[in-house]
């Protein structure tokens, strides 16, 4: 029996390829040491421009950087400090000029330019601490303000104190409505707002309370400007050394030199012939008002910095806001007070 030609066997007439051999899957620590593949950058084309255009070219010396790769056009001249110079100055002399007229012709005037700065930075840190993230009640801050002030006016300091006291409680009750998802980060906020801004003002109406007090808020005040100009115009001429590089990069330890001989030229003639203080009271008083002066422009930088912002607000050119003045105002208001019970007592 022959085997069928179509059902029998093949013969082989050569060898099939031999399949290649299947990859080893790598293992991590291969994956994470082999080197990426190098792409090389594809050269960029410049793009066609409109006929009768040309392409703008962003001169380096009149840019400032932005960011990485960002440029923006030359904004109005501000010198050293940052700032606009001519509206600054400005708004200071007008600012100046509203407070010593107050003074001078009706001392109950002084106190509702007060109120109305106080209030007005009281709206400027809530809404600051607000972009933070932190809703401080601002209605019960804002009446104990009022409150506050009109207490220390008519009552003295331990009228002041029991305004406090009770705005405090109004914080802590008004806060209640809100339910308790971030009350204790809330009602803190509060509490920093009513101590930090309307409680040290408060001092300030203390100084204006007896019959010299015109001159005592005018030592106080005149004290702390002394103590920015002759902190600036030295920073600027001489400082080289920063007293606190992450907190406010431009103040430095010559500019603080400058602010305290300036308060002691301002203070001393002042608490000495106004005041009937001693001379060394004059001293002790401008060294501690450029102290505090001091701290208080820092804590404040500290605050800005920890909310991400340049300003408290922008209603003052050149300036920022009401609480970018009242920074080194409030703390050395509190100190002005105790230290003018002591030295030249009323």
Known sequence: MTPDPDTGPIPLVGRRPTPPPQARPRTRTEMRTAPLPVQEPAAAEPSPLEPGTRQLEVPTSTTESVGPDLVHAPTK???????????????????GAVILLSLLVYRPAFLLVLLVAIL???????????????????????????????????RGASGLVVGFLLTVLAVLLWRLGDGPDGYLRDASAGLLVALYVPLLAGFCVLLLVPDDGAARVLAFIATVVGNDVGGFAAGVLFGRHPMAPSVSPKKSWEGMAGSVLACVL??????????????????LFGVALAVSATAGDLGESLIKRDLGIKDMGNLLPGHGGIMDRLDSLLPSAAVAYLLLSVVAPA
């Open 77 to 95: 001249k501000s010198g050293r400090a940052g700032r606009d110079m001519v509206a600054a100055i400005g708004v200071g002399a007008g600012l």
């Open 120 to 154: 007005v930075g009281v709206v400027e840190l809530t809404r600051a601490l607000q972009a933070g993230g932190v809703r401080a009640p601002l209605v019960p801050v804002l009446a104990g303000t009022v409150a506050m002030l009109a207490l220390a006016w008519t």
């Open 266 to 283: 301002v203070a001393t003639p002042i608490v000495t012939l106004a005041l009937g203080g001693p001379w060394w009271g004059g001293v």
